[in-house]
């Protein structure tokens, strides 16, 4: 059979469940009530209910902060501090509408009154004077100062907090969810001091207003009294009593509430409550204790001093001091067991290469700002670097095929604050210069008016531009100008290094990985391939050759079924690449088609072509051109005129030749021109629309 408290509290839940769902109505019924007491004059029985209700709010308040492990876990409390203080002004002025109308204040007021005077008006004035000075100089001010420092010091480690949550981040130590959780606290814990910096104020103006309300009921009270024909003494005795009853019922709460404030700001993290940390940090080490445990022992040698209360609290402190040092001692007796136990049997830690292999990691995409360029990387401030280089992800995907490792983002003290570098695999491959505060205008082309800026250079195309003021951007683009951010601008920069280099990111471990994913829909095609044809490095090695180019492997499948047809037949990487471009013709003419549809190339006169055709030889490093180096030089200079012609136009020229040649033609001006890309005739398909801006033509005969 149930117990009755059980009867009860299953009786009373439904009713606080109800509450809590309307709880939006309560709190705005409260904040009513509270703005009416101070029109509506209030009887003795109500005054003192609202009086034990509002000590009872304070000394819960002051409880809940002193079992509050950290700030946040009381994240209302300053908007609590708030309708509690407009409370008890509430309940000052009813009160002295109380005390002024009829001379009377209800029960509490009274019994407060005479415990404090006791019967001796001045001592009681004086203890009630001191009780105001120690609120308002002390608790109060203390209290504000902490919250004002507080909350700066909050504000000026906010950038530092979202670095570091950046840096775990793209470290991959935590994902995005444990980010976004972390960025929302530590925006709390902003929002949380900023809000007690300004609630602070209500304090101490509260307490301010507590002593005018004093001098107010005093002076106030006495007048009254004698209007209505009092005595003197009489008057002042009865209008001092209540008085300074009515001051200590609100200056108390007043107190617990400053003392309850000054808890909570000054609060650091920690997973413990007050009390715990108080008695382990306070009395937690036996020196302390056994020095003061002296100190008072010596005092007992002093005339004058009470002897017995002293070797009461030396004998205290000397036993706190003796258990402290035997629990010490056995603390350490385990840990020395412990230690020769792990020795015994765990080996030495390593002292050869292996105890510094750790250092041996680097990271396969770094990104490193300088410090004026750290505000792009910080959400808070505005900067959305992070979610940019997450669209980077997606679209190598996208184009490529591959999965990009994280790119770390990072601060580098050693660079100038306006320079970022990128690294692949720990080695700068690119860097250059921002100007933050500035965006960049590129002219398109239809640029009639000049605009002043600072002469710069676009990093992703090398194209010259100017940095300019931001109040500048809508006369430059109503010039012609292209306005780029800075944020674009270092995103461009570094997708263009990505593409660049992707046939570096493609290790053998993300190969595995890109091949097992195309296993789950098409184990045919991988089961045929590995390991009985090709091997996973040589697979690798194909793909590679294809991203050199930017020729994406996401159509996986395909590429695997062509090196399973071909494979067989021969093992040379060229010729697989070769069949596998092939095979992808489709998706490489899609790539490199203007936007109107329309394939622009470039030709080699026919005569040219046929000599390059008779000079191809087979070297170590596969087919290449013997030819004169004159005549490289022209033929690059040629195509060079005629991709920036197709570029000044708006599209990318493409160079097309013969199947034979294509490879050793890449290979000859991939250093001289990486952006001109290289197809063979075969690789063009049917339905595609061709359109020759020019041929190459041969000025300097082969070398004999």
Not at 5 to 29: V, W
Not at 190 to 204: L, N, T
Not at 267 to 282: E, M, P, S, V
Request: proline fraction near 4%; charge should be negative; aromatic fraction near 4%.
């Amino acid at each position: 059979m149930a117990s009755p408290g059980a009867a009860n509290i299953a009786r009373i839940s439904p009713m606080l469940q109800r509450i809590g769902k309307n709880s939006d109505m309560l709190i705005a019924t409260l904040l009513v009530a509270i703005m009416a007491m101070l029109i509506v004059p209030l009887p003795d029985w109500l005054l003192d209910t609202m009086l034990v209700l509002n000590i009872t709010g304070s000394v819960t308040v002051l409880i809940v902060a002193l079992y509050t492990t950290e700030p946040l876990e009381f994240s209302i409390f300053p908007s609590l501090l708030l309708i509690m203080t407009l409370f008890r002004l509430s309940l000052d002025v009813a009160a002295t509408k109380l005390i002024l109308s009829s001379g009377q204040a209800g029960q509490v007021i009274e019994a407060f009154g005479k415990f404090v005077i006791g019967g001796n008006y001045i001592v009681g004035i004086i203890a009630f004077l001191i009780l105001i000075v120690v609120q308002f100089v002390v608790i109060t001010n203390g209290a504000g100062r902490v919250a004002e420092v507080a909350a700066r010091f909050t504000l000026d480690a906010m950038p530092g907090k979202q670095m570091g949550i950046d840096a775990d981040l793209n470290a991959g130590l935590i994902n995005e969810e444990q980010a976004k959780a972390r960025r929302k606290k530590v925006q709390s814990e902003a929002d949380f001091y900023g809000a007690m910096d300004g609630a602070s104020k209500f304090v101490r103006g509260d307490a301010i207003a507590a002593i005018l309300i004093i001098i107010i009921n005093v002076v106030g009270g006495f007048a009254m009294g004698l209007s209505r024909g009092g005595d003197v003494m009489s008057v002042l005795q009865t209008y001092t009593l209540l008085t300074i009853g009515e001051g200590l019922v609100s200056q108390i709460p007043a107190l617990l509430i400053s003392t309850a404030t000054g808890l909570i700001v000054t609060r650091a993290g920690n997973d413990k409550t007050l009390g715990h940390d108080f008695i382990g940090q306070l009395l937690g080490r036996p020196r302390p204790l056994m020095i003061v445990s002296g100190l008072l022992l010596f005092l007992t040698l002093l005339p004058g001093f009470p002897k017995l209360q002293l070797l009461i609290a030396s004998a205290a402190m000397g036993a706190g001091a003796f258990f402290l040092m035997k629990k010490e001692k056995e603390v350490n007796l385990v840990k020395q067991q412990q230690i020769e136990m792990e020795r015994r049997t765990k080996a030495l830690p390593p002292t050869g290469p292996e105890s510094v292999m750790p250092l041996l990691g680097v990271e396969t995409v770094e990104l490193e700002l300088g410090s004026n360029l750290v505000v792009l990387a910080l959400a808070e401030e505005g900067g959305d670097l992070a979610e940019r280089v997450t669209n980077i992800r997606k679209q190598i995907a996208l184009e490529l095929g591959i999965i990009l490792p994280t790119v770390r983002i990072r601060d580098n003290l050693q660079l100038k604050s306006t320079q970022y570098q990128i690294k692949i695999r720990g080695a700068v491959v690119a860097q250059h210069e921002l100007l933050p505060h500035c965006i960049l205008a590129l002219d398109s082309g239809v640029v009639q008016t000049p605009i002043q800026g600072t002469p710069t250079t676009e990093p992703a195309l090398g194209t010259p531009a100017l940095w300019i003021q931001r109040s500048l951007k809508e006369r430059a683009e109503m010039a012609g100008y292209i306005t780029v951010e800075c944020s674009t601008v270092l995103v461009t920069h570094l997708t263009e290094v990505i593409k660049q280099n992707a046939a570096e990111m493609l290790t053998r471990q993300e190969t595995q990985k890109l091949i097992d994913h195309v296993k789950r829909t098409d184990a045919a095609a991988v089961d045929e391939l590995l390991p009985n044809v090709l091997t996973l490095g040589e697979v690798q090695k194909v793909m590679q050759c294809l991203l050199r180019e930017r020729v994406g492997v996401r159509d996986l499948t395909t590429i695997l079924e062509t090196l399973a047809d071909q494979g067989p037949r021969t093992r040379d990487l060229d010729a697989l690449t070769e069949f596998v471009r092939g095979a992808l013709s489709r998706q490489i003419c899609r790539t490199l088609q203007s936007e109107d549809g329309i394939l622009h190339v470039i030709t080699l006169a026919p005569s040219l072509e046929q000599e390059l055709r008779s000079s191809i030889q087979n070297t170590p490093s596969g087919l290449m051109l013997a030819i004169d180096t004159r005549m490289a030089q022209s033929m690059i200079e040629g195509m060079n005129r005629l991709l920036e012609d197709g570029m000044d136009q708006g599209y990318m020229p493409v160079l097309v030749c013969s199947g034979q040649i294509r490879l050793p033609m890449r290979r000859l001006i991939e250093r001289s021109l990486p952006a001109l890309p290289v197809i063979a005739y075969t690789e063009i398909v049917p339905g595609v629309e061709v359109e020759a801006i020019g041929a190459v033509e041969a000025e300097v005969s082969l070398a004999k």
